[in-house]
């Protein structure tokens, strides 16, 4: 099994290689012996990992041109860069593939989704590099979230929020299970939080959403201020858009504090709700 220092071999011996591709005005140049000495390296299946740990190590333009002579699978450069943690390497080797051999973004993802060695040599985990997976389609929850669950308790910082955010959140709370590290857990709860949108319905009415993560995939606590009827909606939503318990009240009956406040998110927002007070009486499921 190959090793660090045979990874390191290999980049030299590949690296002497490329230097004897060489372009001649617009036309690449490849010697036929080293078009196979690629292509042995390249399509040999049990060589992956020492392909990724190898390929993302050399020169990217000439990589490019091996790939184009069919010298190399176009997922292993670009693998070996995303490796390594080089996003503007790996968009080179994407942009440069044909439609029909571009590189898998999900399969590049699962090389970088938590630790790993690959023949001995470690990959590099960049949030850049999962950013641009992901707008290009990477999916966070390939194979039921196998991938996302590495993330959620292995990796930290901007990568792990890259997972978090856009992960199935019932499968990020099932990586949680176990977890004794109480201020990881704080840190991936942190990410799974929403910050509370307002929307302006009419010029008399305020939207206000409050998102709830929990192991069921998240549910949802909607309050409808409307300024003319003088009253508040409440609505708790539970996954799946199930609405479970509703309330109503008026003005007059409903903390005067979250009025003025709804009064001036929709002003904010272009809205103009009527200036009224009322008594603080009814808190509301919010405040409860």
Not at 2 to 25: N, S
Not at 38 to 48: E, Y
Not at 182 to 205: F, G, M
Request: proline letters at 4%; glycine letters at 6%; hydrophobic letters at 40%.
């Amino acid at each position: 099994m190959a090793d660090a220092k045979d990874i390191e071999a290999k980049v030299k011996e590949f690296t002497a290689a490329l230097e004897r591709v060489h372009q001649v005005g617009d036309v690449w140049q490849v010697p036929e012996d080293v078009k196979f000495l690629f292509q042995k390296q390249s399509h040999n299946p049990d060589l992956n990992d020492v392909n990724v740990a190898v390929f993302g190590q050399l020169d990217t333009q000439k990589m490019i041109v091996m790939a184009k002579a069919g010298a190399v699978h176009w997922w292993q450069p670009f693998t070996g860069k995303a490796f390594f943690g080089d996003v503007e390497a790996m968009r080179k080797i994407y942009n440069a593939a044909p439609t029909e051999a571009r590189p898998n973004a999900t399969s590049a993802m699962t090389w970088v989704s938590f630790p790993y060695k690959a023949a001995g040599v470690s990959n590099k985990i960049e949030a850049s590099v999962l950013r641009q997976l992901f707008d290009w389609g990477a999916d966070v929850n390939e194979k039921k979230g196998e991938w996302l669950e590495k993330a959620v308790r292995q990796l930290d910082g901007e990568p792990l929020k890259e997972f978090v955010t856009r992960g199935n959140i019932a499968t990020v709370f099932k990586a949680m299970d176990g977890l004794k590290d109480e201020a990881r857990q704080k840190e991936i709860q942190k990410l799974l939080q929403k910050p509370t949108s307002y929307v302006k319905v009419d010029d008399d009415t305020l939207s206000e959403t409050k998102f709830i993560p929990d192991a069921q995939g998240g549910s949802s606590f909607k309050s409808l201020f409307n300024f003319r009827a003088r009253r508040v909606n409440e609505v708790y939503e539970a996954p799946g858009g199930k609405t479970t318990f509703m309330t109503s009240a008026s003005f007059d009956d409903y903390d005067s504090a979250a009025i003025d406040f709804a009064r001036e998110k929709l002003k904010a927002l272009g809205g103009k709700p009527a200036d009224s007070s009322g008594k603080s009486k009814f808190k509301g499921l919010a405040s409860s």
